[in-house]
DNA sequence: TTGCGTGCAAAGGTTTTGCATGGCA
DNA sequence: TGCCATGCAAAACCTTTGCACGCAA
């Protein structure tokens, strides 16, 4: 499944352009301005196609951004173990966390067995602040 | 801050029906047509304009359907407890379950304490199948 | 009476699609 | 060679906005 598809130089440029910055996540906007900068010119349409696909594959995931409510898109990397875990997200400076934590696992769990939910990991993300934005109230 | 504005039979109307189905999601263009076909027409840049104030007030919430991607909108009463539980919303029927749970409020203050990420439990949901949902496909 | 709400139509922005061309396997 | 990817332009779609009128307070 993953990478499926042709092996083209934009696919392979657009990965390497979003793994190189996975701490951030750009509308379609603001990632054909990025790329723009770099020298990189590649029509919206092909970004809606390419980004499709590398969410098809699991390289990449697509969220809201928090504040603007638009389609935004992050690296995920290879990550099949994604599905394993929970995710946090930050709402201010959108760096996503993967939870390796086990009583989060415990309450997936917990969930499943006793409240008769099952928790898809992969769909499900914790929003909030992380500690460098938290922090900035108060360090 | 909740029900600001004016209380017009619109906005009344709107949210006794939303209420009444409060199980269900509606994307805009669904509520329309629900609406008109109990006799309630209602244009759409009416609801945009009535549902961006419901979700303001806290009494309706904004979500984007699992499949689709397209923002729904479904009824969350009167609840500024949402704030401090966590919510299980399904893939499927787009049932919301209030995560009334100790685990699950344990979960966020360890992720507070030791993952230094503070939760925004009103704006987090857990996307899954619900108990009738997930025994539909496999049993 | 004052100001917000509503309805209609038009505009704005995002995303999808058609089609001809080019590139990968 | 055959099929998929790309670029460009146009279309479709969702959402917002402007304006005149109506209604709540």
């Known amino acids: 499944m993953r990478n499926s598809g042709y ?7 657009l990965i390497a352009f979003l793994a190189k910055n996975e701490h951030k996540e750009f509308s379609v ?37 928090a504040e ?11 990550d099949a173990e ?14 996503l966390i993967h939870l390796h934590c086990d009583l989060a696992g415990e309450l ?5 067995a006793e409240h008769g939910f099952r928790i898809d990991s992969k769909g499900s993300v914790l929003y909030g602040l992380c500690r460098s934005c938290a922090g900035e109230g108060e360090i």
Chains 1, 2 share one sequence.
């Open 29 to 65: 906007q603001s990632l054909y301005e990025a790329l723009l900068a770099e020298g990189l010119k590649t029509p919206k349409s092909s970004l809606y196609r390419l980004l499709e696909k590398l969410c098809e594959s699991g390289a990449v995931r697509k969220f809201r951004d």
């Open 82 to 95: 994604c599905a394993r875990h929970l995710h946090l997200k930050c709402k201010v400076c959108g760096r």
């Open 68 to 78: 603007t409510d638009l389609a935004v898109f992050q690296y995920v990397g290879d």
């Open 108 to 112: 997936v769990s917990h969930i499943s």
């Open 7 to 13: 092996n083209t130089s934009g696919k392979r440029r």
